[in-house]
């Protein structure tokens, strides 16, 4: 077997698509954040030039910081700066605010008229500092050099000392940090990989469930199987895997079981039958001639020893009718073993089928019109002929029509006989009003010595059933309790 088409080989495969598709997925998503943080470190080292810039213009020109990037045409603060840059602050020697941004910050005049500005150490809420340790001795004069980042501090300070004939300014620039910006930023990595995850167990538990599913279909078949039910099929025999090649045998094995139990079905009707051939022929050796002794013998006595007196007489007729009677019946029952048990030989060849039925209903004719029964026979069209033995024939259709009128002995009813063609063959259907079959009973009516009838054999309808097969015909049985039944019988036409 191919080793990809194992459930190894799947398993492997597709353990290793998603190993390899998991980390392609964090290599791109990695790539992008890292793409985005140089687009913001980029920003940022850009604001902070242009911060420098403006602060040292402000040293060099004279003007104010708000004047300067209010004027037109100057190329340091534009949309861009004003996104990133949130204030620049112009430190003097004495480590005063020179200049500033923000209103807050800027110098202001007493009342005497002389400019007052603000220390460096007065300045609260400013950012941390950032890399305050370049700034040597210096550092500790600024008041953010060791303040933690938190949500009142949102941003970062950046101290760039110039050197002048006046002594040493600083500028410093506040750049702004949008904490939701790098929160989503530190967090978007995160929820793809869990979505990445959670569509590696969806697929994950999906495989399981199929690659399980076999199991326990293999389990289920078992468990029938056990039950005695040996027609079940496990359906994933298609597979190219171990799954499926395990599901073929198993189905291989349920079939022949299935075979082993017919023929033991087989070997136990034929056992059956033996016996019953070697019983039968014993009766018939045996009962039959002394049957026809007392046969003749009542014939004889109802010729030449009829009483003379009238009343007498008919008591005599009545007797010896019912000894004729009881004598035919055991006759029957006889000849019901002998046809049961010895090998048919059909002699088959076309015949009309209709004839071989309206002559069967001949037998049954009269005893149905003392019980009431009406008896319909219709013959559809185009009915071809069939290859059968009209003697074999006449056997199934008697049985079946003398089933039908005993049924409706004490209640009456209908009988209705129909003839049609059906594919390539020739079906008749015998329905009658009668009792019926319970359930119980209804799968055992074609096994021999099964009958419901106090005087029956019980080799009817199994003589039936032989002759229908010997036929190459197949038939069927329909009923209910207390409404009626229907025979059902398909013979192949000639």
Known sequence: MNFFNTFRGKLLI?????????????????????????????????????????????????????????????????????????DIIVINPDWQVLDSLSDDYLPTEDENGEIKNLNLSDLKNLPPLSEGSRLGEDAGRFPNVNVASDEETDGEAHAIPLQTSEGRFYIM??????????????????????????????????????????????????????????????????RNDEMGKLTAQFNEMTAELEKARQLESQLQRAEKSAVVGRLASAIAHEIRNPLNYINLSLDHLRSKFAPEDAEKRATFERLTAQLKTEVGRINRQISDFLSYSRPASANLQPIDLKNVVEDSLRIVEAQAEEQNIKISLVEREDVPKILGDAEFLRSVFNNLFINAVQSMETTGGQLNVTISPFEDAVKVEIKDSGRGITGENLQKIFEPYFSTKETGTGLGLAIVKKAVELHNGTIDVESNSNDGTKFTIKLPKA
Do not use: H, M
Not at 20 to 31: A, C, M
Not at 39 to 50: F, H, K, N, S, W
Not at 72 to 82: L, N, Y
Not at 218 to 229: F, T, Y
């Open 14 to 86: 597709i353990l290793a698509f998603l190993l390899v598709t998991t980390l392609g997925v964090q290599f791109y998503l990695n790539l992008r954040t890292e793409n985005k943080n140089a687009e913001i470190r980029a920003r940022q080292g850009q604001a902070l030039v242009d911060g420098i810039a403006l602060g040292a213009n402000s040293l060099t020109s004279g003007d104010r910081l708000q004047d300067f990037v209010k004027r037109e045409g100057q190329p340091f603060f534009d949309e861009k700066s004003t996104e990133r840059i949130r």
């Open 173 to 238: 620039v506040i750049l702004k940090n949008d904490r939701k910006e790098t929160i989503q930023r530190a967090t978007q990595p995160l929820i793809y990989t869990l979505l990445i995850l959670l569509l590696s167990t969806a697929i994950t538990i999906f495989l399981v469930w199929r690659f399980t599913r076999p199991i326990a279909n293999l389990s289920n078949a078992a468990r029938l199987v056990a039950e005695g039910d040996l027609s079940f099929r496990v359906p994933d025999a298609n």
